[in-house]
T-cell receptor
Framework: KAGVTQTPRYLIKTRGQQVTLSCSPI?????VSWYQQTPGQGLQFLFE???????NKGNFPGRFSGRQFSNSRSEMNVSTLELGDSALYLC?????????????FGPGTRLTVL | EDQVTQSPEALRLQEGESSSLNCSYT??????LFWYRQDPGKGPEFLFT???AGEEKEKERLKATLTKKESFLHITAPKPEDSATYLC???????????FGTGTRLLVSP
């Protein structure tokens, strides 16, 4: 079974631009969560989607948004990029949105903001 | 406030030198505790899920245990390929998200 895939793997943008990242979950998984990972803050929860609905959102500004499609694929968007948005963005999928379900991570998208 | 604390931050071992990593947590109603391994520049790789105190799980040289306040990841006779950052995360009834610790960076020298 194919794992979680994320595209693109690397991205370089400049301040003020916007970016869209994509995530395809493991086949059959309906929940997708997004995380931001930086050396200083570790893994920080962004948001979770299940059946095209956002179930939970982390403590990030409104510039960070996401959506999920009917095939469970998900995208996240960051508008008006800031230098501090440089990070590894990770997507994780799980079978359902249950808190006991294991989340499986993709390889991440490395975003660099210049 | 729900918290996850991992110790030590970094650990250097000689090949074959067994040790343990600690993950202590404060959560209202543990639903699951998860261990992941992360190599530089890659996404976390799932290792174990533990659900209740007293539970233990093993995989090759790794063994995870759980008490009501902490979890240990025991590494027996480690090899250089075990070098990675090990992350602990918890999911409780009081919050609807996975909360991660900052990880333990393990370096195993030949």
């Amino acid at each position: 079974k194919a794992g979680v895939t994320q595209t693109p793997r690397y991205l370089i943008k400049t301040r003020g631009q916007q970016v869209t990242l994509s995530c395809s979950p493991i086949s059959g998984h309906r929940s997708v969560s997004w995380y931001q990972q930086t050396p200083g803050q570790g893994l920080q929860f962004l948001f979770e989607y299940f059946s095209e609905t956002q179930r939970n959102k982390g403590n990030f500004p409104g510039r960070f948004s996401g959506r999920q499609f009917s095939n469970s694929r998900s995208e996240m968007n960051v508008s008006t990029l800031e230098l501090g948005d440089s990070a590894l963005y990770l997507c994780a999928s799980s079978l359902t949105a249950s808190s006991t379900d294991t989340q499986y991570f993709g390889p991440g998208t490395r975003l660099t903001v210049l | 406030e729900d918290q996850v604390t991992q110790s030590p931050e970094a650990l250097r071992l000689q090949e074959g030198e067994s040790s343990s990593l600690n993950c202590s947590y404060t959560v209202s109603g543990l639903r699951g505790l998860f261990w992941y391994r992360q190599d530089p520049g890659k996404g976390p790789e799932f290792l174990f899920t533990l659900y209740s105190a007293g539970e233990e799980k093993e995989k090759e040289r790794l063994k995870a245990t759980l008490t009501k306040k902490e979890s240990f990841l025991h590494i027996t006779a480690p090899k250089p390929e075990d070098s990675a950052t090990y992350l602990c995360a918890v999911h409780g009834t009081g919050f609807q998200k996975l909360v991660f610790g900052t990880g333990t960076r393990l370096l195993v020298s030949p």
